[in-house]
């Protein structure tokens, strides 16, 4: 079964805009984690927040997480065309189990 | 370069045959996996293994099966008995999470599988 599910499953925006993507989960969690992956690739991992923090940076991108709604979000700010992919979140830590389990993702497109 | 490497890119299959996917690293990760993605329906866990010559099912592993002789290697053999098994298959592995409690897992470039 899966544990994260991925909001909206299709953004489209124009180079230069943010872009924000949203992931719910349902149990209790150690780790969540965001993943890109390009049309026909494997999966590229981006960001890791564990369930005690809030918020985290990285470059252009911000995770935040509310366990308390398990809810997570991830802001891509200034947008390119490059990032250009589906976005995933995974979950850990599901009846105490520490295997990755994936949403459906969000299919990303930035129009230059 | 250290990192996971699935072989071949692509595979076709005759219906009733077996077939074997490759998955190799060299980044001395003690937990390896396999997901299974169709479109639309993301990422499903087929197998894991946390220790070598030891193995886990996943949520979908009717008609797989896998070994774990070497740390390095993780083959996946697609049997006759998966109905569907025309996928897109990934091979990722992390470190000991047990330990560290870092589940960042790293992917390989997949395998696109097709029956004929």
């Known amino acids: 079964s899966q544990q994260g599910e991925e909001d909206p499953q299709a953004l489209s925006i124009q180079e230069g805009e943010n872009a924000t993507m949203n992931c719910s989960y349902k149990?209790?969690?150690?780790?969540l984690q965001w993943y890109r992956q390009n049309s026909g690739r494997g999966l590229v991992h981006l960001i890791l927040?564990?369930?005690?923090?809030r918020e985290k940076h990285s470059g252009r991108l911000r995770v935040t997480l509310d366990t308390s709604k398990k809810s997570s979000s991830l802001l891509i700010t200034a947008s390119r065309a490059a990032d250009t992919a589906s976005y995933f979140c995974a979950t850990d830590g599901s009846g105490g189990s520490y295997i990755p389990t994936f949403g459906r993702g969000t299919s990303l497109i930035v129009h230059p | 370069d250290g990192g996971i490497t699935q072989s071949p890119k692509y595979l076709f299959r005759k219906e009733g045959q077996n077939v074997t996917l490759s998955c190799e690293q060299n980044?001395?990760?003690?937990?390896m996996y396999w997901y299974r993605q169709d479109p639309g329906q993301g990422l499903r866990l087929i197998y894991y293994?946390?220790?070598?010559?030891?193995?886990q099912k996943g949520d979908i592993a009717e008609g797989y099966s896998v070994s774990r002789e070497k740390k390095e290697s993780f083959p996946l053999t697609v049997t006759s008995a998966q109905k569907n098994p025309t996928a897109f298959y990934l091979c990722?592995?992390?470190?000991?999470?047990?330990?560290?409690?870092?589940?960042?897992?790293?992917f390989g470039q997949g395998t696109r599988l097709t029956v004929v």
């Open positions: 149990t209790s969690i150690n780790n």
């Open positions: 990722a592995s992390s470190i000991d999470h047990t330990l560290s409690g870092n589940t960042e897992a790293f």
């Open positions: 980044l001395n990760h003690d937990a």
């Open positions: 293994s946390q220790i070598v010559n030891d193995f």
């Open positions: 927040i564990r369930s005690n923090e």
